[in-house]
């Protein structure tokens, strides 16, 4: 597998360098999660927009360098990034240096709760009864806890508004 061959050619460096277990992880993101996740979604998406999206932390010399540092200098005193944060406490204020770590969340009830919600309601019958495997009643009290206001089930009508589309595009 890829993993067992990265795994291979880490081990041959280890043994070199003293390298430990979050080295592992800095170098299996580098290789694997690095280029096949994130620069992949990235250039899709900025090629799509018809933007260059350019990647600072990614230049060669600063990865090697990053990966050179000591392991006691990526974490320490269980803050990540610690010596990436530490450089930059003269640039930004404490609270955003140190704040927990946040994903990006798409503000899908403002962007496109209405449009969801009819939809859902529109073609809920037909769907539950082409698929056979969702409760209409179920998914009905799912359009009523939204529309009442219970904003923390706008992920599940997504799921269910993009299920819904898909099947239709792909399945009648």
């Not at 990053?66 to 200098?73: G, T």
Request: charged content about 25%; overall charge positive.
């Amino acid at each position: 597998s890829v993993i067992s061959k990265l795994k291979s050619d880490f081990d041959k460096h280890k043994k070199l360098h003293h390298l430990d277990d979050i080295d592992w992880m800095c170098y299996l993101g580098i290789k694997q999660q690095v280029p096949e996740r994130y620069l992949y979604r990235m250039d899709r998406l900025g090629m799509a927009n018809s933007i260059e999206i350019r990647s600072p932390f990614l230049d060669y010399n600063l990865v090697n360098y990053a990966l050179s540092i000591p392991s006691s200098y990526k974490i320490k005193n269980g803050i990540p990034k610690y010596i990436l944060k530490k450089s930059l406490e003269g640039t930004l204020d404490q609270e955003t240096l140190y704040r927990k770590k946040m994903g990006f969340c798409v503000p899908l009830r403002e962007w496109a709760g209405e449009v969801m919600i009819e939809y859902v309601k529109q073609n809920l019958p037909k769907f539950c009864r082409e698929t056979g495997v969702f409760s209409e009643p179920g998914l009905r009290r799912l359009v009523t806890e939204i529309e009442n206001g219970n904003e923390s089930m706008t992920n599940q009508l997504y799921t269910v508004y993009f299920l819904m589309a898909w099947y239709e595009r792909w399945m009648y």
